[in-house]
């Protein structure tokens, strides 16, 4: 009998090859990320509810632990989980590569949940509702840091493990030339990932320790800086591995090449040097930073960080749109578009995954990195606005949409309820995106990030915002329910494919590797060509870049307001 960690499966629609153990990691973490959408997702109904003023489903300690639970299950569990494996999948499969360390892996996976568990177990306790930041001098129980240090500690050794797949694949001479560009862009989101979760062993570690007495204090302006570093750079995380989703989906679905992979290499790399300076902008009001220190992270090496996405916003429609025409959509301008499959799940989430990204989630961070502007809407319901345009929008998407790809090739089922799946990618992302432009709208208007109240009833010195606010939440209201409701629609067709979907004929497991079918193949390991024949997606960008113009000089002017002269 073959030992399994030599044993490889060929799908037969792709011709991607499965290593047992790392198909079965792959379903492990995938499973575990869409337990913590669930969770995460019915918390997310309680706190819309609770900030649609009409409605303030529950009072304000639940709101505050749900808030709490609703953060860490979203930015950290469900994205984390299913980051590690996108990691596997693109070191393993892609490469034909058996997976190194298994056990370490799989001991990796067990630390995670049991990270997950300890740290919900601290906040749903009621002692630890520290709110997904959890700033000190506000403590929370030590099992809520220890939590978060296990996860973490299990996400490290996941990337690690990661990192050996490569050199294993390299050895074996498992693919020719260069990695692919899927593969490159999931090697920059492990080494930020490692850069990430070493900042939150510098900090929580010994927030840990002060919370069970063995360190007399911690410094909240040194907290806060180095958490910022964990907080905000997981997000970084993302944003390089929905990227690299893109170009995934788009050799998928269209047999697209790269535009120029040096190019694109070029801009994961400008990721890996500069954008976790990104995190900076949670800084700016922060009297203890110098106003140098400031700008030099949020302006000058952050635009280059802006510059990378702006690449990839160009390359990756760029390069569906090359394709298109190739296959003989080219009347006009946007034939090519107009011809794209919007009813398969798989492209109609990753575009509007692209598409919110840019346009909402890219324009509004580059707008809070400006140290002035940031003044008008730090602290506001603005800000989850935004990152909910990034993390939401932009990563949750384009994961639910290589979810549709994943299920019938690593679960071996069909997809149930394929009619509904195709309407899902719409329902949630058409109601995130109205979801974050009401909250950017009610921050403009002074709205509070967190407050679960915004009459301030009893308070001493009452303050009465606009009618327009309260239009706001009420359409952040109803847009969020709409968001839930797509969320748990993808909930529903994945788990419910899994268990009750018609099962796919594959062959056996064997040590054989076969060859990658087209057009997987040849997009995701070939190399495109120089070059740029895509005029519609050069206007896109040009459209994108007046909104961009447009909406920065908007602030400016929104500035001038607030800090009038006489």
Known sequence: MADATNLFRTCPRTGLQWHKPSEGLIKANAVAAVVSLLIGGVLALIVVLTRWQAVHLVGPEDFYMYLTAHGLAMLAYWIIFFEIAVLYFASSTLLKSRLAAPRWAWA????????????LVAVFRGDSTVMFTSYVPLPANPMFYLGLILFAVGALIGCFVFLGTLVIARAEKTYEGSIPL????????????????????????????????YIKSIDPLTYRMIWWGFGHSSQQINVAAHVSIWYAIAAIVFGAKPMSERVSRGAFLLYILFLQLASAHHLLSDPGFSSEWKVFNTSYAMYLAVLASMIHGLTVPGAIEVAQREKGFTKGLFEWLRKAPWGNPVF???????????????????????????????NTIYVPGHFHATVVIGTTLAFMAVTYFLVPTLFKRELIM???????????GVGMMVFTLAMMGAGTLGVPRRHWDITFAGAALPYEFPGAAWLMLGIVGVSGVIAVVGGAIYILITVGSILWGKPIQVSGYSTERGVLKMPVAAALTGHGHAGFGAPGTFVVALVFLAAFVLYYFVNWKYLSTVWGLS
């Open 108 to 119: 990796a996976f067990a630390l995670m949940v049991i990270g997950v568990v300890v740290n």
């Open 418 to 428: 394929p009619g509904l799946a195709k309407w899902q990618p719409y329902l949630f």
């Open 348 to 378: 109609s989430g990753m575009i509007l995954s692209l598409v919110g990204f840019g346009f909402l989630g890219g324009i509004s961070g580059v707008m809070m990195g400006t140290e002035q502007l940031n003044m008008l809407i730090h």
């Open 182 to 213: 899927v593969t490159f862009g999931a090697l920059t989101a492990a080494i930020i990932a490692i850069f990430t979760i070493a900042s939150g062993a510098i900090i929580l570690i010994p927030t840990f320790l002060w919370s069970v007495g």
